[in-house]
């Protein structure tokens, strides 16, 4: 029989969601959004904020044992550290023969996101020959503006080319689903695989995190449980279809009040808070997607503003009953059962709740 050691579990690396430096409610430094779930001995990434790598060597994993990179949409936020993983890591691995770790995630978005209808005037796009790469895009152009260092250590230290050690596997969508980057980011659609190992097989879903699209939500499904992490996203009945009957699932939260009270310029505030508005969740409405899927435990991540008080993200439990944590940066919460035991929810792990 399993034990809660060895059951699989996520690590919630980094739990602030948005581009800045972020703090908890004490003042204490909150990791930006990253997730590893842990499967017998491998783990795998999904999304990579600010100081993933840091903190994934602060929870004890080893580069040798990362099994893949899932990236959810190409927000900076979940992005930022792939440069560290790419170039640290891939030192890292200099005595590690294996194959390349797969890096998954959205393709380009092909076209530019449309202008605000708050703009008075048309800004210049960056990149403009490229605008909106996907995950292939963006590990070249990494690796290309780090050139000077890998080719450095690739010729005066001998070690494995970065390109070598990871490979970009942009998602392919199914055929006919729908999918418009400015009109339809999420149209009702099956969940559908895009990796499979001997320990995991993972399944995606759009999500609607308009303007940014392709979004996705991810689900791990092991021998003993699933971790469903929703990704950046308004709610959607997609992700009520992806965590149908998982284990846990690990939901973004906003808190939208708190938010609006950080803007000093009103045309940056009011375009911003129209992002939001329509691009994330509350607690309350989390819970509701988590009551819906069938979810037999909520924990909230991304959280922003992460100094938000406890009683904000509380407001889940309004509308969820199960159990619900809100999990500090490298807390460890199972998500597997047992053979022969109807459910395994750690009181040490519901208890983050009520500690914020």
């Known amino acids: 029989m399993r034990t809660s050691q060895h059951l699989p579990h996520v690590i919630t690396l980094g739990t602030a969601g948005g581009p800045r430096w972020w703090t908890d409610h004490h003042g204490a430094p909150r990791a930006g959004i990253a997730t590893a779930v842990v499967v017998d001995g491998t783990w795998y990434l999904v999304d990579c904020g600010q100081g993933a790598g840091r903190q994934a060597a602060a929870a004890g994993l080893r580069m040798a044992d990362l099994g893949g990179v899932f990236i959810t949409h190409m927000h900076s936020d979940h992005t930022v550290d792939l440069p560290s993983l790419l170039l640290f890591g891939a030192f890292e691995l200099k005595n590690h023969r294996r194959g390349p770790i797969p890096v998954v995630g959205p393709g380009d978005r092909g076209r530019l996101p449309p202008l605000s209808p708050r703009a008075t005037s048309i800004p210049a796009p960056v ?3 490229r605008p909106t790469p996907g995950v292939a895009g963006l590990v070249e152009g990494l690796l290309t503006a780090y050139a000077t260092d890998c080719n450095d250590r690739i010729f005066d230290s001998l070690a494995r080319s970065p390109a070598e050690q990871f490979a970009a596997r942009e998602i392919e969508l199914p055929a006919g689903t729908g999918f418009d980057p400015d009109t339809v980011v999420a149209p009702d659609m099956e969940p559908f695989e895009v990796f499979r190992d001997e320990l995991v097989t993972v399944t995606a879903i759009l999500v609607s995190h308009h303007p940014t699209a392709p979004a996705y939500a991810f689900r791990f499904d092991t021998e003993a449980g699933s971790v469903t992490i929703s990704g950046d996203t308004a709610p959607c009945d997609n992700t009520v279809r992806l965590a149908r009957g998982t284990d846990l699932l690990l939901h973004e939260a906003i808190n939208l009040d708190v938010l609006a009270r ?10 911003t808070m129209d992002h939001h508005r329509r691009a994330h969740t509350t607690p309350a409405e989390a819970g509701t997607i988590a009551a819906r899927a069938g ?8 959280l922003v503003p992460s100094w938000s008080p406890p009683e904000a993200w509380a407001e889940a439990r309004t509308t969820f009953e199960g159990p619900l944590s809100v999990p500090d940066d490298l807390e460890n919460i199972p998500f597997g059962r047992a053979p022969d035991t109807a459910s395994l929810n750690a009181p040490g792990v519901t208890a983050a709740a009520t500690a914020h």
């Open 262 to 271: 950080q803007y000093t310029d009103e045309q940056m505030l009011q375009a």
């Open 295 to 302: 979810a037999r435990h909520l924990a909230l991540h991304h």
């Open 127 to 129: 990149a403009p020959h």
